[in-house]
């Protein structure tokens, strides 16, 4: 399972009005396209605004936490639907 983090820009609130840009949000996914999705349908369109109204998506090795200084905002594993096969007939 990889790291993505989530950012937002200058403007950017929540719904309770909190400023979010020294914030950054961490999901758990087996891919890129898997973490924006669970980002999107378990925080962004439940917190925010807009569920667009983020910045940027990083993966593990070019993100760099000391530019946040409110640090992490929440976080998110993202649990793998599993699939049984019943071969029998």
């Known amino acids: 399972m990889a790291t993505f983090y989530f950012t937002f820009g200058q403007d950017h609130v929540d719904n309770t009005g909190r400023k979010l840009k020294d914030y950054y949000f ?36 070019s993100f760099e936490t000391e530019y946040y200084a409110k640090g992490e905002l929440g976080r998110i594993e993202v649990q793998e639907d599993i699939t049984i096969e019943n071969n029998e007939t």
């Open 26 to 61: 961490v999901v758990f996914a087996k891919n890129h396209a898997r973490a924006r999705q669970a980002f999107i349908d378990s925080y962004a369109s439940q917190a925010l605004p807009r569920s667009s109204q983020w910045s940027h998506q990083y993966d593990e090795d």
